[in-house]
């Protein structure tokens, strides 16, 4: 899949096949996000990857805006260091992961963020060092998701030119 048609068609996904993704696949998702671009070269992240079932379910009750998690085929821990970049990093990595599992037929979802995460972060054994950006859940979607389908505002509402305000197109 293109880069560009990934970004266009990409959904969150909250119901997962009760299917594993293959160990190539996952550590094609993780590459795409340790190699992603971060500022200085810092790389002020680390990825904690879930695949054990009962660890799963404990990692979706431990979120309240996701147990959906617990029904992934496994979960990538976001963690960031504590230093002003790195959410702004953390999150690059986290769509790079998300854009290449979707790309490859695996859905996905951002759960959580930063401050409504401690529990998560202990049933992990985080550091103090780090904090829990993200926890991604990722799997086969568990039906057909419209691809592409999305409520999005339309240019003319988001974009200027030269200044805010001016039209992008006349």
Do not use: C
Request: proline share 5%.
């Amino acid at each position: 899949m293109e880069v560009f048609d990934a970004i266009r068609t990409v959904l969150a996904v909250r119901a997962f096949e009760d299917k594993p993704v293959p160990d190539e696949l996952v550590d094609r998702i993780l590459e795409a996000g340790r190699l992603t671009a971060s500022a200085m070269n810092k790389q002020p992240w680390h990825f904690v990857v879930v695949k054990d079932r009962d660890r799963i379910a404990r990692l979706g009750s431990s979120l309240r805006s996701g147990p959906y998690v617990s029904s992934a085929a496994f979960a990538v821990a976001v963690a960031v260091e504590r230093s002003p970049l790195a959410i702004s990093d953390g999150s690059r990595a986290i769509q790079d992961m998300i854009l290449t599992a979707w790309s490859e037929g695996v859905g996905s979802n951002w759960v959580g963020f930063s401050g409504m995460l401690d529990e998560a972060g202990r049933t992990l054994k985080l550091p103090d060092d780090l904090e829990l950006l993200a926890v991604i859940p990722f799997g086969y979607p568990a039906k057909q998701v419209g691809k592409g389908n999305k409520q999005r505002r339309s240019s003319a509402d988001v974009v200027s030119l030269e200044a805010f305000g001016t039209p992008y197109r006349a």
